[in-house]
């Protein structure tokens, strides 16, 4: 019988003419591979996060935020200021401020911060005086009622605290994004004083 031969050594044995249905299974190690270095088709990158979408966190964030701390102040027994006045207190903290350096440390609209630091002062939680330098400006601290609502709120604030870092993982998410917010609010506030931005 005639026989023809492959010249792939170790692939094909001695087989009939005619007869290649008959040949043994390609062995895997033989079959033909793709370059390690082949380009590969590119997978769709996800669009990811915009600055826009964690603006729009930011804002839900702050109003869900002020929403749960008035049920908060509710259950302090606080019920004549609103969330952002003692917001306000934090604001102040230990220091010892004018009006001036307090509308410039939160941020405040100058009308906004009259009539909250005038609540505050009403109901007894801010002291307020003239400066021993210039009787025209008023200086203003937390007095000892303003103190005691603040530290009222820090324990409150302790049981939500432990809902967001109940791991090492999640302390260290809690840490990224405190310096995530931190570094938004430069980015702003240069863009604001120096307009520091690549907007044509």
Same mark, same amino acid.
């Given at each position: 019988?005639?026989?023809?031969?492959?010249?792939?050594? $170790?692939? /094909?044995?001695?087989? +009939?003419?005619?007869?290649?249905?008959?040949? +043994?299974? &390609?062995?895997?190690?033989?079959?033909?591979?793709?370059?390690?270095?082949?380009?590969?088709?590119?997978?769709?990158?996800? +669009?990811?996060?915009?600055?826009?979408?964690?603006?729009?966190?930011?804002?839900? &964030? #702050?109003?869900?935020?002020?929403?749960? /701390? *008035?049920? !908060?102040? =509710?259950?302090?027994?606080?019920?004549?200021?609103?969330? %952002?006045?003692?917001?306000?207190? /934090?604001?102040?903290?230990?220091?010892?401020?004018? &009006?001036? !350096?307090?509308?410039?440390? =939160?941020?405040?609209?100058?009308?906004?911060?009259?009539?909250?630091?005038? @609540?505050?002062?009403?109901?007894?939680?801010? !002291? @307020?005086?003239?400066?021993?330098?210039?009787? @025209? %400006?008023? @200086?203003? *601290?937390?007095?000892?009622? $303003?103190?005691?609502?603040?530290?009222?709120?820090? *324990?409150?604030?302790?049981?939500? #605290?432990?809902?967001?870092?109940?791991?090492?993982?999640?302390?260290?998410?809690?840490?990224?994004? /405190?310096?995530?917010?931190?570094?938004?609010?430069? &980015?702003?506030?240069?863009?604001?004083?120096?307009?520091?931005?690549?907007?044509?």
């Amino acid at each position: 019988m005639e026989h023809k031969y492959s010249n792939e050594v $170790g692939l /094909f044995r001695e087989v +009939p003419t005619g007869g290649l249905a008959e040949l +043994p299974p &390609v062995p895997r190690s033989a079959q033909a591979r793709e370059p390690a270095d082949a380009p590969r088709p590119a997978a769709e990158e996800s +669009p990811g996060i915009s600055h826009l979408d964690l603006v729009r966190v930011v804002e839900r &964030v #702050h109003r869900r935020y002020l929403d749960l /701390f *008035r049920l !908060d102040l =509710g259950r302090l027994g606080v019920d004549d200021l609103s969330p %952002s006045q003692v917001m306000m207190l /934090f604001t102040i903290g230990s220091d010892e401020l004018t &009006v001036r !350096d307090l509308i410039d440390r =939160g941020y405040y609209l100058g009308s906004n911060a009259s009539y909250n630091l005038k @609540r505050l002062v009403e109901g007894g939680y801010v !002291d @307020r005086s003239a400066s021993e330098r210039d009787r @025209r %400006s008023a @200086r203003i *601290r937390l007095s000892e009622k $303003g103190r005691k609502l603040c530290e009222d709120v820090r *324990r409150m604030d302790e049981s939500y #605290h432990r809902l967001v870092t109940r791991n090492a993982e999640e302390k260290r998410d809690l840490e990224t994004a /405190f310096r995530t917010l931190q570094r938004l609010e430069n &980015v702003w506030t240069g863009a604001l004083r120096y307009g520091e931005t690549n907007i044509a």
